[in-house]
């Protein structure tokens, strides 16, 4: 099995954020520290994907102070 590095940096603040999945399908940045042992655990494994849990994972949307440079449409 191969494992990749679950989180990453944000491109404008640095701080260190994960991708999970919506309902729809797309990709959405959430705090790292939102993130469950499991998810950490399952974010690690190649081809794995979590699903975004409103009220559990925080967005990075709604966190980061450049967040509207790289929303969808924007």
């Known amino acids: 099995m191969r494992v990749q590095h679950p989180t990453t940096k944000c491109r404008s603040c640095e701080a260190e954020i994960a991708f999970v999945k919506t309902a729809r399908g797309k990709a959405m940045p959430v705090d790292a520290e939102s993130l469950t042992e499991e998810d950490v655990e399952i974010l690690g494994r190649v081809g794995e994907e979590v699903e975004y ?21 924007a």
């Open 53 to 73: 849990r409103h009220g559990e994972h925080v967005s990075h949307f709604s966190t980061c102070p450049q967040a509207d440079k790289y929303r969808s449409g």
